[in-house]
C-alpha cells in the first residue's frame, strides 16, 4: 500500500508558509498604517466617498525617502522568501527521508525529484543552438575566423535591437504622464509590475517552445535556475531605486564599469583565468565610456548631488547583476542547456518571486487599474515585454556562445549607443571629451579581438609544436 504521509507532510510545509506570509503581511500592513499621524493621508471630508484602502506597497511610499527604500528591500525579501524557505524545506525533508529514491511514485513526488535532482539525459536533452562554447571547439566542427565575425554581429545587432527599443520604451513608462479618464494625467510608478509582466510573456513564450519541440529533459536541477533569478531581480531592483539618490549619468557610469565585476565574479565562480590584454581593454572601456557619459550629458544633471545611499545601491546593482551573467555561464557549462531552456527556467522562477511580492504588497490591483484607465499604457507594456523577451533569448546565446566578458562588452558599447541616440533625437551636445571616449571604447574592443584571435593563433602553433617540448600556457603581450 503507497505511504502518502511523506506527500502529507510536504504539502503541509507549503500550506503553513502561505498561511504565515499571509499573517505577517497582514501584520506589516497594520502596523505602516497605524504609523506617525503626519505620514497618514488625512480622512475624506464630510459627505465624500470613502477612501480605498491602500496597499502595503502604497502605504511604504509614504514613508520617508531617506528609510523607505530599506523598508521596501525588506518587504521584497520577505516575499522572494516565501518561495526560497519552503523550497529549502522541502529539499531537506526529501533529502533527509530519500524521498526522491521510492519505488512509488506519484505527480507530486515525480515534480519533486524534477526541481532537486534533474531529468536523465537522452536525445530530447540536446541543445536547441548548439552546447556552451560551440565556437570554442566543443562541437565537431569548428567555426572559421569569418562564421565567428558573423555570429558575432548577430548578437551584437539582437542585442542592441531588441534593448535599445526596451530602453526608449522603459524610459517612456516610467517618466511620461499618460492621459486617462477626464483627460487626467498621471505617471506609473510600480517597476515591480513591468518586470513581473517580462518574466511571464518570456517564460510563456519559451515553455511553447520547448513544448512545439518536445524539448523537455535536461539535467540541470530547476532549483539551479533561482539564484540566477533573484539576483537579476534584485539588479534590477537596486538599478531602480537607486534612481531616487543619483543622478542617471552617474548611474549608466555605473554600468558601464561593471565589466570589471563581471571579471571578478568570474574568477570567485567559475575560476576563471584573465589575460593581461582582458584586464587592459576592461580598463580601456570603463575610462572611455567616463569620458563618453561626462562629455555628453548637462552639466545641470551631472552636477546633482548623489549621496552614499545611491552609491551603496549601485555597488549591490554591479555585485548582483556580475553575479548573474557568470553563474549562467556556469550553469551551461556545468549542464549544457540551451539558452532557451535557460531563458524558461530563470524566468519561472523570476515570475514566482515577483508575483509573491506583488501579491503581498497589493501591487497586481494597482496596476491593473491604471491598465485599464490608460490603453496607450497596455500597448507599451506588451512591446517592452516582447524586447525583454527577445533580448533575454540574446543574452543567453551570447553567454553560452562568446562568455560573461564579450557580453558585458557588448551591452557596455549598448549603452553608449543608447546615449548617442538620446542626444541625435534630442539634440545634445557632445563635447571633444565625450569624442575622445568613444574612440576609446572602439579602440578597446578593437585590441581585445585582435588580441585573442592572436592569442589563439599562438595556443595552435605551441599545440602542434608540442612533441617532447614543454609544456605551460601561451601568452602575449600587449
Known sequence: MRNYVPDIIILFIIIVTITIVRLVSQILHETLADGPPELVLPPPAEGAAPRPELSLSQLIDQKSKEYSWLLRLLVNLFGYFCIFIPGVLVYKYAKRTKYMERSDRSHLSALVKFCYSGTGTDGLDRPLDGPPGAGKGATGNKRTTAQECAL????????????????????????????????????????????????????????????????????????????????????????????????????????????????????????????????????????????????????????????????????????????????????????????????????????????????????????????????????????????????????????????AVVFTIIMTLRQAVAILLSCLIYQHRISFLGVVGVLIVFLAIFLRVYCNQRLKAIKQRHQSAQGGGSGGKPRINV
Not at 192 to 203: K, P
Not at 309 to 319: N, R
Not at 341 to 363: I, K, R
Open 152 to 403: 558575432l554581429c548577430y548578437c551584437l545587432v539582437g542585442l542592441m535591437g531588441s534593448y535599445l527599443t526596451w530602453g526608449v520604451l522603459q524610459e517612456k513608462i516610467m517618466t511620461q504622464e499618460y492621459e486617462g479618464p477626464e483627460k487626467r494625467k498621471s505617471h506609473f510608478k510600480d517597476s515591480q509590475f513591468l518586470v513581473f509582466s517580462n518574466r511571464v510573456l518570456g517564460f510563456l513564450i519559451t515553455a511553447v517552445y520547448l513544448v512545439a519541440k518536445r524539448q523537455f529533459r535536461h539535467r540541470a536541477p530547476l532549483y539551479k535556475y533561482s539564484f540566477a533569478s533573484f539576483s537579476n531581480i534584485m539588479s534590477a531592483w537596486f538599478q531602480y531605486e537607486a534612481l531616487k539618490f543619483v543622478n542617471f549619468p552617474t548611474q549608466v557610469l555605473a554600468k558601464s564599469c561593471k565589466i570589471i565585476p563581471v571579471m571578478i565574479m568570474g574568477k570567485i565562480i567559475s575560476r576563471n583565468k584573465y589575460e593581461f590584454y582582458e584586464y587592459l581593454t576592461a580598463v580601456m572601456i570603463s575610462v572611455g565610456m567616463i569620458f563618453f557619459l561626462t562629455g555628453s550629458t548637462d552639466e545641470s544633471k551631472a552636477s546633482a548631488m548623489t549621496t552614499l545611499t545611491g552609491v551603496l545601491l549601485l555597488t549591490f546593482y554591479m555585485i548582483f547583476d556580475s553575479f548573474t551573467s557568470n553563474w549562467q555561464g556556469e550553469l551551461f557549462k556545468s549542464y549544457s542547456m540551451s539558452s532557451i531552456q535557460m531563458m524558461c527556467g530563470v524566468n519561472l522562477f523570476s515570475t514566482l518571486f515577483t508575483g509573491a511580492s506583488l501579491a503581498m504588497q497589493g501591487g497586481f490591483y494597482s496596476s491593473l487599474v491604471f491598465a485599464v484607465d490608460h490603453p496607450k499604457f497596455v500597448i507599451d507594456c506588451v512591446v517592452l515585454s516582447i524586447s525583454s523577451a527577445i533580448g533575454q533569448l540574446f543574452i543567453f546565446y551570447t553567454i553560452a556562445t562568446f562568455g
